[in-house]
């Protein structure tokens, strides 16, 4: 079930020469109503500067035009912020270059309703209230300056100032909710308690809307009136659950032979098969073109997490459009009579494929690998997505030599929602140990830095088919000491490559590298600029004692010498 929702609107000139207030609201349509939700924007161009009324507008339609297309996998806040950052830095550059808008700015309340959630930016003395269960709520906070003569001056505004501080907050929907956004020409003149009883007067929106407006004029306002409400009439489903709701009628599909068919796809060959999931190459009936089709064992059928797992995989698949990953076919739920999801195939072979082939990675190969490895990563991570298992066996060299991130199976993604308060999210820290961060083993999160020290194990693997730091088996809690070298066991490796795998695996996150542009940085220029190697931990450090640890261990040493002395004198 969608979000259903009411709105009403008013904007009136009233004395000014014209209406520098501006209003928009983008109401998209089925599943993009559930990934980026509806947008409903109200600024207040600032009063007595030139290009006010241009800078509310542009400010506006920018926004509203510019959210939708960021990244279905960013959050609204990080999009919001994203968006409103970048239209105060053009308002600027126009009020920079053209004397006549020097000073242009403008107030921006804004609300993005989505699922069960409400998101809330907001920058000026343009207000949002909710009225809920009959108590009405101011939402937001006036930047203005706290002296009386001065409660008309802005603090903040976006085309104010370069750095532009913007307030988010959120919180959960609730059916019968009217969220009010108002210039300052309704609720200065009108006040709390008039508002409150203008809302409870109407049921019709756009009726409260136009009362609220022309009251505030005919109680002498002297500023442009504008008035937008919001009520909700029905939630729609949390966020994922409406994503994959379609969906979880679909069974699992039993093993499948080659020549059978499965709704438009024929087996052709099985590709892998794991604890949890199953791949085939499959062809098109009608167009005979190849894919591969991924879904689970008949073993997880009842078990909804993994089914959910995978139709998150899916989803996120289909809105990482990126040549370092497979492209998702965008089938319908309609199409399929079983849970699976069909992506582009590419001949060739896994790393690890070709490492238990006996292929030798000479060092010039594997550069290029990693460079290859740390785009996709990037890519990945522009998005907002956390691979969470980059190892060889995930990582795919076509016959073009084009290599290919696999299985997002266990990816975060940081907008992703819960699913009746589980997800994929929930899985805590998966993955292969041998290439897992020391960090991850510590309980903390998966971030960019655990993705880049996997590829740099990953590396490490390919040049000498062992680990940093030695293998780790499954629910083993390592020690980390200091890695061995890769010129232990391959004199050949250059020292500049050896270092840039060294600073990627390092046991102390804070040394290693922070992005993944980072240390592709440092692969492209090579050994043009090399890194110096990274420095040696001290003892102390390596045996994790404190200062004072090592002075009472001395001060016993010298103690029990000094009894020594006593007693043979």
Not at 74 to 87: H, Q, S, Y
Not at 180 to 200: A, P, R
Not at 319 to 328: A, D, G, H, I
């Amino acid at each position: 079930m969608s979000l259903q929702f009411e709105i009403g609107q008013s904007s009136l000139t009233g004395p000014r020469e014209r209406n520098e207030d501006y209003v928009g609201i983008v109401t998209p349509l089925s599943e993009q109503l559930s990934i980026k939700g509806s947008l409903i924007a109200v600024a207040d161009g600032v009063s007595g500067n030139v290009g006010g009324g241009e800078a509310s507008e542009m400010t506006v339609r920018t926004i509203t035009a510019d959210y939708y297309a960021t990244p279905d996998t960013w959050d609204p806040p990080t999009a919001l912020d994203k968006v409103i950052t970048a239209a105060n830095r053009w308002l600027i550059s126009q009020a920079n270059a053209n004397r006549d808008l020097a000073g242009m700015a403008t107030t921006l309340s804004l609300l993005i309703l989505r699922g069960q959630r409400y998101y809330l930016a907001h920058v000026g003395d343009t207000r949002i209230y909710l009225l809920r269960d009959g108590v009405l709520k101011q939402l937001t906070t006036d930047h203005v300056w706290d002296r009386p003569d001065m409660r008309h001056v802005l603090k903040r505004a976006v085309g104010l100032d370069a750095h532009l501080s913007i307030d988010f907050s959120e919180g959960a929907l609730q059916v019968g909710d009217i969220f009010t956004l108002l210039s300052d020409g309704v609720w200065e003149t009108l006040g709390e308690k008039t508002i409150h009883e203008s809302l409870l007067k109407f049921n019709n929106m756009n009726m409260v809307a136009e009362h609220l407006t022309k009251t505030a004029l005919d109680q002498q306002s002297a500023d442009n009136s504008t008035a937008v409400l919001v009520k909700i009439n029905a939630l729609g489903a949390d966020t994922l659950t409406e994503r994959i709701a379609g969906g979880k009628h679909l069974t699992l599909p039993p093993k499948l032979n080659v020549g059978e068919t499965i709704d438009d796809f024929e087996v052709l060959e099985l590709l892998h098969e794991s604890r949890a999931s199953l791949l085939y190459k499959v062809r098109n009936t009608d167009t005979k073109q190849l894919f591969v089709l991924k879904t689970l064992q008949p073993l997880l059928a009842n078990d909804m997490e993994s089914c959910n797992g995978l139709l998150n995989e899916e989803w996120l698949g289909k809105r990482v459009v990126s040549q370092f990953v497979p492209q998702v076919l965008p089938l319908s739920i309609e199409k399929r009579s079983k849970l699976y999801f069909v992506m582009s195939w590419h001949e060739g072979s896994t790393l690890q494929q070709r490492l238990d082939s006996g292929h030798y990675f000479t060092a010039a190969g594997t550069a290029k690998v990693a460079i290859d490895m740390l785009r996709g990563i990037g890519a990945l991570h522009r998005l907002g997505i956390i691979h969470r298992d980059i190892k060889p066996a995930n990582i795919h060299q076509a016959r073009d030599q084009r290599l290919r991130l696999l299985d997002l199976g266990v990816a975060m993604s940081m907008s992703a929602e819960s699913v009746n308060g589980d997800s994929t999210q929930a899985i805590q820290n998966p993955g292969t140990p041998s290439f897992m961060a020391p960090e991850l083993f510590e309980g903390k999160g998966a971030n960019a830095q655990t993705d880049i020290y996997a590829a740099g194990v990953t590396l490490y693997h390919l040049l000498t088919r062992k680990y940093p730091y030695g293998e780790i088996e499954p629910f083993q809690h390592p020690k980390f000491g200091e890695p061995t070298p890769l010129t232990r066991y391959r004199p050949d490796i250059p020292y500049w490559l050896e270092n840039i795998i060294l600073k990627a695996v390092a046991r102390d996150a804070t040394l290693g590298f922070e992005t993944a542009e980072e240390m592709l940085h440092a692969l492209e220029v090579g050994e043009l600029k090399p890194l110096l190697a990274p420095a040696r931990t001290p003892l102390i450090a390596r045996a994790r004692l404190v200062k004072w640890q090592w002075i009472a261990i001395f001060s016993f040493i010298i103690n029990m010498l000094l009894i020594y002395l006593l007693l043979v004198s």
